[in-house]
């Protein structure tokens, strides 16, 4: 039985993570942490410094800010809080000498085996196939493109010879398709959850590799199996490619 903490246990997906863990047997929440707390069946502090139960795991959905908390709080820590600067990245990458982070930004496996088989793809087909991107979120999502979709078009380039031009607005140009781009396009609409396509589209073929989210579930699921992952880990960074690594060999 892996026990875990749960950062952010108010919040929408601390809610989600809630009720996946209903759903398991291999996972019990031992406590929450949560500025703005709510009634639970589980304790629920304001802050790491003053949560005294014991756990194998903290699972944080919550917000930027808590990092500093959670980074000194000594125990093994998945991160599924995005939106981190370059000096709180640095910072979990200082902590992970001392400390088993798993840090991902994406917490969907779906979505992380997407980005290795594009990769593969862009190794086996780039140069000879022009490659685009299509994201598509709900109507109240504020950025764009996704950061999944950048997640998938910097896995894309690491893989081609010569680094490609990210192209966002094709549009506003009256010029043919530069061989060396990505093209990567942002719908909105709806409550749609996500839905992340990369095109290779060459001389009379295309492949897709396509992953569509139908809930925030898939989400919850890949953080707590992260969280099963992590417990019993040594010091060190690790992310999905650790996790999909031993799914394979499982």
Avoid: W
Avoid at 5 to 19: E, K, Q
Avoid at 76 to 86: C, I, R
Avoid at 167 to 179: P, S, T
Avoid at 230 to 249: F, N, S, V
Wanted: proline share 4%; with cysteine; aromatic share 6%.
């Amino acid at each position: 039985m892996t026990r875990i903490i749960l950062s952010g246990c108010s919040g929408a997906m601390g809610r989600a993570i809630s009720l996946a863990v209903s759903e398991r047997e291999d996972i019990e929440i031992v406590a929450g942490i949560d500025p703005n707390a709510i009634s639970s069946e589980f304790p629920i502090f304001t802050n790491p410094s003053v949560c005294d139960v014991a756990a194998d795991v903290i699972v944080d959905f919550s917000h930027t800010s808590a990092l500093p908390g959670l980074l000194s709080y000594g125990r093994p820590v998945v991160l599924a809080t995005t939106g981190y600067s370059e000096e709180e990245i640095c910072a979990i990458h200082e902590a992970a000498k001392t400390t088993p982070i798993f840090y991902t930004g994406n917490m969907s496996l779906g979505i992380n085996l997407m980005q290795e088989l594009c990769r593969i793809a862009a190794r086996v087909l780039g140069g000879r196939f022009d490659i685009e991107i299509i994201e598509k979120h709900h109507n109240k999502k504020i950025d764009a493109p996704s950061g999944t979709a950048l997640m998938l078009a910097n896995s894309v380039a690491s893989a081609l010879e010569e680094k490609p031009n990210y192209e966002y607005n094709r549009q506003a140009k009256r010029e043919r398709r530069a061989k060396n781009e990505i093209g990567i396009h942002a719908i909105r609409g709806g409550t749609i959850v996500g839905e992340h396509e990369v095109i290779f589209a060459g001389q009379d073929e295309v492949l897709t590799i396509s992953h569509s989210a139908a809930s925030k579930a898939v989400f919850a699921s890949g953080a707590l199996s992260a969280a099963v992952f992590m417990q019993g880990k040594p010091a060190g960074l690790y992310d999905m490619k650790d996790l999909i690594g031993q799914e394979g060999r499982a």
